[in-house]
């Protein structure tokens, strides 16, 4: 890894009023104990290091200008790199400008598509783990999750169950999926014939997919992404897929978001959808941010984090599975979310997973759990930190937290 960013000093960020600092709340009033600083691994997409230099230099030379107005179309400069971005990075090459919808709220377009493409009362297809977040969009939707589990192969390797899915589509008349890839939160980065066997599932069924691809720049270990819409021709005309710099550049707060639609009839009710809540104006700082960040010079900054991100993923898994007894966990192919699964631990020491959720808390590792999002048993861990601050968090689950003596 080069020298050239600082992924390792703890910034404060506590003046800034971030929701990673306020713990208190999620954690139900849980106190810390005397002697432990919290460390807040439960936001699954919050970079704890500074983010891209060139982003952070663009967004303060637009600061410099005294008009801060929204933009309704942005400059072709940003289109180009997205444009570019994509062909460099991914290999593809026909993108076009109309493609392209920005937008200040991918939880927004989530909502604005189902709106446009789904009744009130409609299934919509979800894969359990989920990022929980969807089930709020469908809620504001008015629409009802039906949900198809993921499940793991004999090498615990998360899988889609097509089998599963194909049911629950036939039984729940699902015209809409959401899915991500890579996935949120297993961290799996899809292999081509993948998403290949999913959407030739979709095409038998006429289901449009609203795709998720945040993530697709993280993947790790030498998984290489690859895009939705360049698997089959049913895909490319029949997904909705929306990306941004927040999960990449830990910079949710910009939303600086786009979409990438291809079919111009699903484009043109989507943005429709999205006009009519203003969705579709982002901030000038957004449209700084993108040119910043989606450049060589980000490129180089994303690839380093991405060195620290491996780090920090490969020591967690070697922890949990050589030293933590009764949790399991699959190293994930992508992201910066760990999901580990406590169910044995849980039954073998007869302690409830409220109780183990919550022993965490008292000891500062603040992490996620919910068995609606990730099972029954399962906890979500962001290691987006410095590496010393995923130390410290592994030792104190070891020492304190699934030690029962």
Not at 114 to 128: E, F
Not at 143 to 171: A, F, Q
Not at 251 to 276: C, D, H, K, M, Q
Request: net charge negative; with cysteine; hydrophobic share 40%.
């Amino acid at each position: 890894m080069t020298n050239k960013y600082d992924f390792e000093t703890i910034v404060d960020r506590s003046k800034f009023n971030s929701i990673g600092q306020h713990y208190e709340k999620f954690t139900g009033g849980v106190k810390i104990k005397e002697g432990f600083s919290p460390v807040n691994v439960w936001i699954g997409g919050d970079l704890w290091f500074p983010t891209a230099p060139s982003l952070t230099k663009a967004v303060v030379e637009r600061a410099r200008h005294p008009f801060y107005n929204m933009i309704q179309t942005p400059c072709d400069e940003y289109y180009e790199s997205i444009i570019n971005w994509h062909e460099t990075r991914y290999g593809v090459r026909d993108i076009k400008k109309e493609y392209i919808s920005p937008h200040n709220n991918l939880p927004g377009v989530v909502i604005a598509a189902l709106k446009a493409l789904c009744m009130p009362g409609d299934g919509v297809l979800l894969t359990l783990p989920v990022f929980n977040a969807y089930f709020n969009d469908l809620e504001f939707a008015g629409c009802k999750p039906v949900l198809s589990g993921l499940k793991k192969d004999v090498d615990e390797v998360w899988r889609i169950d097509l089998t599963d899915m194909e049911d629950k589509i036939i039984k729940n008349h699902v015209h809409v999926a959401i899915f991500s890839s890579p996935h949120n939160p297993t961290g799996r980065v899809w292999e081509r014939w993948e998403l290949e066997a999913m959407m030739e599932l979709f095409e038998k069924h006429h289901v449009i997919a609203i795709m998720d691809e945040t993530w697709c720049d993280f993947t790790l270990n030498g998984h290489i992404h690859t895009p939705v819409q360049s698997v089959s021709e049913y895909a490319r005309q029949h997904t909705i897929v929306n990306y941004g710099l927040s999960k990449p550049f830990g910079s949710n707060g910009l939303n600086a978001a786009y979409t990438i639609i291809y079919n111009p009839y699903l484009r043109e009710r989507v943005n429709a959808a999205t006009v009519r809540t203003q969705l579709d104006f982002p901030s000038p700082f957004a449209e700084a941010a993108v040119i910043g960040a989606l450049n060589p010079e980000g490129a180089e900054w994303l690839d380093d984090a991405r060195e620290l991100i491996n780090k920090n993923m490969n020591y967690a898994y070697e922890y949990v599975t050589n030293r933590l007894d009764g949790v399991t966990t699959s190293l994930p192919d992508g992201t910066y979310l760990l999901v580990i699964d406590c169910e044995e631990w849980c039954k073998k020491n007869d302690v409830p997973m409220e109780e183990l959720v919550h022993k965490g808390y008292q000891y500062g590792v603040i992490w996620a759990a919910g068995a609606r999002n990730y099972g029954e048993y399962g906890i979500r861990m962001c290691l987006a930190h410095p590496f010393s601050q995923i130390e410290e968090v592994f030792e104190r689950l070891e020492k304190y937290v699934f030690n029962v003596r």
